[in-house]
């Protein structure tokens, strides 16, 4: 709850309660007090038509007090009442009668002029990955593998930065255009790109590396529906890669940002 | 006496000391500011991470990616920088190349370095500045050249200006509309040589010194050293430049390009008829769409000659017609272009392949080709979706390929928000392509059903 909307609203209806005002001013301002705790009073916004439905409640609540008792029917109607057939409030009366006419046709108008959007089609960044796939000729396992180029990190140094470099000089030949120079998506090329290219760093760690194969070697053409292989740019690099460069550059990338693929997942059997 | 002697000798040695101090004074004041050796070597650390893959480890621009990169990334060993507050020819100064690093060079594949602290940019200039031996020595002590702060912008120094950009010959190349296609744009180069394109005064957000009237005037009174921009600080004062960049606002603002994914179609009224030209789009909004090289399919293109594509729609009760223009410098005619040509596969890259085979494939042709302003007939057709999509041409060998442009709509009205694939379609959800070719007189169109064998099959030609 943010107390900086909660105490005011409850220091409002305090101030009502002790200056006694009358049933009308005091049913308002539990509807208005509510309306306002509700839209403004969570740190997590509640979405609009849960807002909806909570404040229909509160007023059948406000409605059924209100018209509890002969005594509290008359506290409500009076001021209204008096509203309408009294002289004095006459300017008034008519200026209101005009306004709730007008107030909806500004509402209809305002809405019907928005600006004009292209449909819009909301795709998962992150689809799941099938368990395998078939590239250069040959199964690969999503689930199980891994880049075969990990093991000579530990058992030949000298060779795994061999892998890195060559990586590197595939991602500045290749990928730089659109994923840019520090890997952020932020290339040359993004003034024409609707998505953007994924940021590598923050990503990639979420990930596995066999992920990250799936997605280079099969590219946009290869997303599933939901990730909308139509709007994407991603080429399909098997068209352009061999296998062991795509390996390379997932070594590169990791490397680059000083990060690892995320753990694989041991299920434990027995 | 000892003691006076002492004291003779004391004051000799303040008096060296002190001439001392003084030569190293004045060598601290006039020499090229290059920091300090721990400064150099944290700036290498970084440049080794961060810019070597284009720039090169030496420093010679010839980096992991310069073989598709135009312009090509800088060469450090020339000590010629284009952005600069010091006159033609001079070296930068430190806060200079601190600058270029902040900002990056707009529409080229120079990033912004956002990223990087100020120290890590300040060690990074030092560390540049050890490729050229210029920066050492004493003659080329650079000093900034006068900029003086901006008078107010009228349409009196506009009307200046814009006598001045013809009188002093920036039309030659920039153009008359500064679209820089004046007579001499397609015959310039570089100091290596290789073919350059001028400025394009109507887009100031690629201007690779920056948009604003600051920016401009900096330019004009620096020029672009290596290049055949030249200064006009000798040549004009202070108060005609200004007056020239005024013209150069007032040829496109200080606006952003405001690309848009979306065409709005405007209801004509009237049938459309295309006989009319251009005069029926006048009050259609109009879409700046941005665009980029074909880098998805075979073969690829790296440097396009275009960024954007201009694009208005009005419809009638039967007709949609789009108008689409776009400002080419390299617009070529003569080509056989056309999307049901098999496109041979991309040849293997050659290592540090010649710049010229890098330079050859721009979707507009050779560089060598007449420069001129390209714009398609409109076209009509059957009422379709009116959510298309422009889609660069896909390249090959220059002399192969005329310009082009390709309207793409899905064949069938969506029913869901699946989309077909944005090139050429795909086997499930087909598109129609509407096809402008600037060799060809007569539209064509086809229907697309994806490229995984890179012909299309031709449905229909409209003749």
């Known amino acids: 709850m943010k107390i900086l909307v909660v105490l005011p609203v409850v220091a409002v209806l305090a101030l009502l309660r002790f200056r006694r005002a009358g049933l009308l001013t005091w049913a308002l301002a539990w509807w208005v007090g509510i309306y306002i705790l509700l839209r403004f009073g969570f740190i997590a916004p509640i979405p609009s038509s849960v807002i909806a439905i909570y404040m229909g409640i509160v007023s059948l609540a406000i409605l059924a007090y209100v018209s509890s008792s002969q005594q509290r029917r008359e506290d409500i109607s009076r001021p209204l009442v008096r509203f309408m057939t009294e002289k004095r409030f006459t300017a008034l009366l008519v200026a209101t009668a005009v306004a709730i006419p007008a107030l909806a046709a500004a509402n209809v108008y305002v809405q019907m002029s928005a600006p004009i959007q292209p449909p819009l089609f909301s795709r998962t960044i992150h689809p799941a990955s099938p368990t395998e796939i078939t590239a250069f000729d040959k199964k690969i396992d999503l689930d199980k593998g891994e880049d075969p180029f990990w093991p000579l990190e530990k058992s030949n140094p000298e060779e795994f930065r061999k892998h890195v470099e060559n990586g590197r000089q595939v991602y500045y030949r290749n990928c730089v255009f659109c994923h840019g120079d520090n890997l952020a998506g932020t290339g040359m090329f993004i003034h024409g790109l609707d998505p953007i290219p994924t940021n590598l760093p923050e990503t990639i760690p979420l990930l596995r590396d066999t992920f990250l194969f799936w997605r280079i070697s099969k590219g946009g053409p290869g997303l599933p529906e939901e990730g909308g292989p139509w709007d994407t740019a991603m080429p399909a690099w098997e068209k352009f890669l061999k296998e062991d460069e795509i390996w390379d550059v997932i070594l590169f990338l990791y490397d680059h940002s000083g990060t690892r693929p995320r753990a694989r997942e041991e299920v434990a059997t027995k | ?463």
């Open chain 2, 1 to 463: 006496m000892t003691f006076c002697l002492n004291r003779r000798r004391a004051c000799v040695a303040a008096l060296i000391a002190w001439l001392c101090a003084v030569t190293a004074g004045s060598v601290r004041v006039t020499a090229q500011d290059v920091g300090t050796e721990a400064q150099r070597n944290a700036g290498k650390a970084l440049y080794l991470t961060n810019c070597s893959q284009c720039h090169g480890d030496k420093g010679d621009g010839q980096g992991y990616a310069t073989v598709h990169l135009l312009p090509q990334p800088r060469n450090f060993t020339t000590g010629k920088f284009k952005v600069r507050t010091t006159p033609n020819g001079a070296l930068p100064i430190h806060q200079d190349i601190v600058n270029v690093i902040r900002r990056g060079m707009p529409y080229t594949s120079m990033p912004a370095w956002p990223t990087l602290s100020d120290q890590q940019v300040s060690d990074l200039a030092y560390y540049i500045t050890t490729f050229s031996a210029d920066f050492s020595s004493k003659e080329s002590v650079p000093k900034p050249v006068d900029l003086p702060s901006a008078p107010s912008m009228t349409t009196a120094t506009v009307e200046m200006g814009k006598k001045l950009y013809v009188d002093n010959g920036c039309v030659k190349c920039h153009g008359t509309l500064g679209r820089a296609d004046g007579p001499s744009s397609p015959t310039l180069t570089d100091e290596l040589n290789r073919p350059i394109r001028p400025a394009d005064l109507s887009q100031p957000w690629t201007f690779r010194g920056g948009p604003t009237r600051e920016d401009i005037f900096r330019t004009m009174s620096t020029g672009f050293n290596g290049t055949p921009m030249p200064s006009f600080a000798d040549a004009l004062t202070p108060e005609q430049r200004w007056a020239i960049t005024d013209f150069i606002v007032s040829l496109s603002g200080t606006d952003g390009p405001a690309y848009t994914n979306l065409v709005i179609a405007k209801y004509s009224p009237d049938a459309i008829d295309l006989a009319q030209g251009t005069k029926m789009f006048a009050a259609a909004p109009v879409a700046r769409f941005p665009i980029i090289g074909q880098i998805t399919e075979p073969v690829r293109e790296f440097h396009p000659p275009v960024t954007n594509v201009l694009v208005q729609a009005i419809y009638d009760s039967d007709n949609m017609a789009l108008l689409v223009r776009w400002h080419d410098r390299t617009a070529e005619k003569t080509g056989k272009n056309g999307p049901a040509l098999v496109v041979p596969p991309e040849e293997e890259e050659q290592e540090g392949g010649a710049p010229a085979g890098a330079g050859g494939a721009t979707a507009g042709g050779s560089p060598s080709n007449p420069f001129g302003d390209a714009e398609v007939t409109p076209g009509a057709a059957a009422p379709q979706n009116p959510f298309a999509e422009a889609e660069p041409t896909p390249a090959a060998a220059a002399s192969e390929f005329s310009d082009a442009v390709a309207v793409q709509i899905p064949s069938q009205a969506l029913t869901s928000a699946r989309k077909p694939y944005f090139i050429f379609g795909d086997s499930q959800n087909s598109v129609d392509l509407w096809f402008f070719d600037l060799a060809r007189t007569d539209p064509l169109q086809f229907l697309g059903k994806g490229s995984a064998d890179r012909v299309l099959r031709v449905g229909r030609i409209v003749a």
